[in-house]
């Protein structure tokens, strides 16, 4: 695939021997739950470059070290947000440790999320959220500028669009629009979803005195699949937008955005391989170029010197709009019987009478079998809660369906 640069979710140490030797480019990261300790532990962090940096560098040819993934997103637990007031000083240690072992060219930062940010639209308005706007990030923004490292940003032009399918152009979003978007503050033209967000950033950061730090694209993709209720995830569109990304990035002389023209950005493409055991609604289990398998999803040419006229046909996506009809969640087939039931009890324990009407004597709970009453318990428990981030997946037990699992014929 001629891919020249991997970033790791966790120094994995097989994965981190394999790449010695490659010429590829190398990116690791610090787990969330060792910040604190880094920080307050000096000892700790020593041992942790030690053991995860020191033990494959320069062999391994690690460029950058991740200090969390996402932790000053907005949904995190009021855990996370301790490690907040840790997470600066956590990446000075670090950067400290690598100067004391003579070691100046691996830059250390931390992917933040789109969630960062206030406003987004249009990019001229952006802020930072305002419980980080004058405690986390200036302090950041100060590191990043005084190491002439990067901003981070985990920017996915999907979530937008498929939040809003009716209004927003999904061309836009692909990088294929014919029309243009002007900001009416900055008077910059856009062409695609992904300058807007990336200039958001830049604008937020201008706004805090720090106009000349520079992107890196942490994370951006298409997911490839996805459940009945996530409009876009296809083939099709994964394809196109993972393609003409490429050719945006590769493209010489740069790009750049509007507000900052000309500039490379270095871009990590999410994922290489489908993670078909993650938690959460289908898409989160097929962003991967692999399948889990290693087998291409699509073909692609990651130096974006390949004509789209030189690729096979894709499949049509038929699923570019948000679906309207009803969705049940009900057991997979084949699914494990111990797994099921220990699933069916999570659902029902939830509260909120979730499984009342599987009582005996009551309307659902005939016929008396696991699978009929794990279904009514999966979408009893999916209906009441997907407002709150419930998803219909129970560990792989469940799959959606728009076939009314009442049916007297459903389960046969």
């Known amino acids: ?16 021997r394999l790449l010695a030797g490659s010429k590829i480019y190398v990116t690791v990261m610090v787990p969330n739950q060792e910040i604190i300790n ?31 993934n996402e932790i000053l997103s907005h949904h995190r637990s009021a855990e996370d947000m301790q490690i907040w007031n840790h997470l600066v000083p956590a990446m000075y240690k670090i950067k400290n440790i690598l100067k004391a072992n003579s070691i100046q060219n691996i830059k250390v930062g931390t992917p933040l999320a789109m969630d960062v940010l206030q ?9 930072f959220r305002s419980d980080i706007a004058l ?28 939040a809003n399918p009716t209004n927003a152009s999904l061309d836009y979003a692909l990088f294929k629009s014919q029309t243009n978007y002007t900001d009416p503050g900055s008077g910059l033209v856009y062409t695609n979803q992904l300058d807007e967000m990336l ?21 951006t993709g298409w ?20 393609r003409n990304l ?10 750049g955005t509007p507000a900052r023209p000309g500039v490379v950005i270095p871009t990590f493409i999410f994922s290489l391989y489908d993670e078909n055991q993650k938690d959460g609604p289908g ?66 324990n939830q509260g909120n009478r979730t499984c009342e009407a599987l009582d005996p004597g009551k309307e659902c709970y005939e016929p008396v079998s696991l699978i009929w009453h794990a279904s009514y318990a999966f979408s009893s428990y999916w209906k009441q809660f997907k407002s709150q981030g419930a998803t219909c997946y129970f560990h792989g037990l469940a799959v959606q369906t728009t076939r009314d699992p009442g049916e007297k014929k459903f389960f046969l």
């Open 223 to 242: 997911p490839h699949e996805g459940d009945l209720d996530e409009p876009g995830a296809n083939i099709y569109n994964a394809a196109i937008y993972n």
């Open 246 to 255: 490429v050719r945006k990035i590769t493209a010489k002389p740069p790009i």
């Open 119 to 127: 406003t987004t639209s249009p990019p001229s308005n952006a802020t």
């Open 283 to 348: 898409t989160e289990r097929h962003w991967g170029l692999l399948h889990s398998d290693g087998s291409p999803v699509f073909d692609i040419d990651m130096t974006g010197s390949r004509a789209d006229s030189e690729y096979e046909a894709l499949p049509e996506g038929h699923n570019n709009q948000a679906y309207k009809g009803k969705i049940w969640c009900v057991a997979a087939r084949g699914a494990d019987m111990t797994r099921l039931g220990r699933e069916l009890r999570y659902a029902c």
């Open 38 to 68: 880094i920080d307050t532990n000096h000892s700790f962090a020593v041992k942790w470059v030690q053991d995860n940096v020191l033990a494959y560098y320069p062999a391994t040819m690690i460029r950058f070290i991740m200090v969390g």
């Open 199 to 219: 200039d958001s950033v830049l604008f937020a950061m201008t706004k805090l005195g720090y106009p000349d730090i520079r992107l890196f694209i942490s994370e």
């Open 135 to 162: 405690t986390v990030m200036p302090q950041l923004l100060k590191f990043l500028n005084g190491t002439k490292s990067y901003f981070f940003i985990d920017a996915y032009p999907y979530f937008p669009w498929s």
């Open 1 to 16: 695939m001629q891919v020249t640069s991997v970033k790791l979710y966790d120094p994995n140490p097989e994965i981190m």
